[in-house]
Nanobody
Framework: QVHLVESGGGLVQAGVSLRLSCAAS????????AAWFRQAPGKERDFVAA???????YYADSVKGRFTISRDNAKNTVYLQMNSLKPEDTAVYYC??????????????????WGQGTQVTVSS
């Protein structure tokens, strides 16, 4: 497993932007898929975005065109750039990682390593 720590959450107004970061601790010696999930109170933990070792990225329909996932391998860090934020984006955001899959995965159960979460609150 890889130890992950999220940062960058906060309270923002609708329509503005925010960037989340997910840093991996120590050194890694293999390829990983990195993803972002979010969970609102009383709701399921939902897929947001992912990026595979090949650079392939994919998104939930609800954030497509607004959010961008990226990575900096030299810093062992994955980012989630969130633009045009809406109140319905309010949730705890988690980063996750696992082995490099040969296909796109969107289920939380497919990922073994998780960060502690960072709160994003979007006011209207």
């Amino acid at each position: 497993q890889v130890h992950l720590v999220e940062s960058g959450g906060g309270l923002v107004q609708a329509g503005v932007s925010l960037r989340l970061s997910c840093a991996a601790s120590g050194r890694t010696f293999s390829s990983y898929v990195a993803a972002w999930f979010r969970q609102a109170p009383g709701k399921e933990r939902d897929f947001v975005a992912a990026i595979r070792w090949s650079g392939d990225s994919y998104y939930a329909d609800s954030v497509k065109g607004r959010f961008t996932i990226s990575r900096d391998n030299a810093k062992n860090t994955v980012y989630l750039q969130m633009n045009s934020l809406k109140p319905e984006d309010t949730a705890v955001y988690y980063c996750a990682a696992d082995r490099a899959y040969g296909s796109r995965r969107r289920s939380a159960s497919d990922f073994d390593s998780w960060g502690q979460g960072t709160q994003v609150t979007v006011s209207s």
